[in-house]
């Protein structure tokens, strides 16, 4: 015989694998990749502390 199961909770781990599905294909799409992410970071943090050193101290 086959095991009992709860329709509802089996279609709600449908539903949630297969939104998981949908996002990892649009991160693939419309992502950037992990490493030009970090370059971007890095490159806004040097940025930002080149200003900073350029800053005038207040009185």
Not at 2 to 20: F, P, T, W, Y
């Amino acid at each position: 015989m086959a095991d009992v199961i709860n329709l509802r909770l089996a279609r709600k781990a449908r539903a949630r694998s297969d939104a998981e599905a949908l996002a990892a294909q649009n991160r693939a799409q419309h992502g950037q990749a992990g490493s030009s992410c970090r370059q971007q970071r890095a490159d806004a943090a040097r940025a930002e502390r080149a200003l900073d050193a350029h800053r005038r101290d207040k009185p």
